[in-house]
């Protein structure tokens, strides 16, 4: 479940992207299309600008290209592998689901932990679906994360000999906590569509077009890129995770314990620690952008009409 797990906007631009764009010629390939929806909207040149603003538009334009990349194949792998997924985790919840209700052998306590991490799957499926392209990976993360606290849960109900209970119990409240985070992150972040993000790296992608660009049209685009940061930081999300492995370690330095319970745990709790420092280091594109920015002595500050919208850069060359 933890590999299936790691696989796993602003209003006003949108309308201004989408404002005057001729309609797509058939065979015209996406991105081509995106900057043809932009052409009459782009003047080459305004002559009262300074050569110093010509140039630092033009920098943070080129800058701008290859972090759009990166957001798009974070927020989107395309239609096929979220659909094959949340077919997956909806077969799987669906399948455990019936097998947890007619199951005998099961008390209450645990049947209700392990009926609930079932339908998480199932709804996390379901709703993967339905969700925007720009959400269903993240969809099915939080519904994965949850389903692994109720899995987690149903252990720690059960006296079993394998492991001491602590274990069970250190991880299934990571899990429960980090997908809390990761579902209030999903009802506050409001991320740049995927379809914006596409038509945005069109008209980056080439020298020609981003000399074309205005600044307001640059400030515009790099206001896409930095919604697609999320609400909650990546690594606040999984540090729950990462501390409930350490304490289910924790029973290794009980010499009173089964030697089974003491490695068990120790296991456990280190390789899913390892795997959630792994997800916390995922390096988000518009922190990446901002970085760049930084390193070529550019810096991000307010701007636009009457100063509510937009961003500009200042520094020395």
């Known amino acids: 479940m933890g590999a299936a797990v790691a696989l796993l906007s602003t209003p006003g631009s949108a309308a201004a992207h989408e404002a005057g764009a001729p309609p797509q010629q058939a065979g015209t390939p996406p991105q081509q299309a ?12 305004d002559e009262t600008e300074s050569r110093e603003d010509i140039a630092q538009r033009r920098e943070r334009a080129a800058l701008l290209a290859p972090r759009f990349q990166d957001a798009i194949r974070l927020h989107s792998t ?5 659909i094959l997924l949340g077919g997956v985790f909806g077969g799987i919840g669906a399948v455990s689901l019936a097998g947890v209700i007619v199951a005998g052998d099961i008390d209450t306590p645990r049947r209700l932990a392990w009926a609930t991490g079932s339908a998480s799957l199932l709804a996390g499926g379901i709703a993967a679906f339905a969700a925007p392209e720009t959400y269903r990976i993240q969809v099915l993360g939080t ?4 389903s692994q606290g109720s899995l987690w849960l149903g252990f720690a109900l059960d006296d079993s000999r394998t492991f001491s209970r602590t274990t069970p119990i250190a991880l299934s409240a990571g899990y429960y ?7 209030l992150n999903l009802a506050l972040s409001d991320y740049t569509p995927v379809s914006r993000l596409r038509a945005d790296h069109a008209l980056v992608a080439t020298p020609a077009w981003r000399a074309r660009l205005t600044g307001a049209q640059v400030a515009g685009i790099e206001r896409d890129l930095l ?10 999300i999984y540090l729950p995770i990462a501390l409930g492995g350490l304490a289910a370690a924790a029973p290794a330095l ?17 390789l899913t620690s390892m795997w959630s420092f792994a997800m916390m280091d995922v390096d988000h594109p518009a922190q990446a952008y901002q970085r760049d920015l930084r390193r070529a002595g550019l810096g991000l500050a307010p701007s636009g009409p009457e100063g509510t919208a937009g961003l500009t850069v200042s520094g020395e060359f």
């Open 254 to 270: 009980d010499s009173e314990l089964p030697a089974e319970q003491r490695l068990t745990g120790v296991t456990l709790g280190l």
């Open 227 to 236: 919604g697609t940061a999320p609400a909650i930081p990546n690594w606040a």
């Open 177 to 183: 906590l980090s997908g809390a985070l990761s579902g």
């Open 34 to 45: 995106g900057a043809a929806a932009h052409e009459a909207s782009a003047p080459v040149w």
């Open 78 to 82: 395309g239609k096929a592998l979220p």
């Open 143 to 146: 519904a994965g994360l949850l």
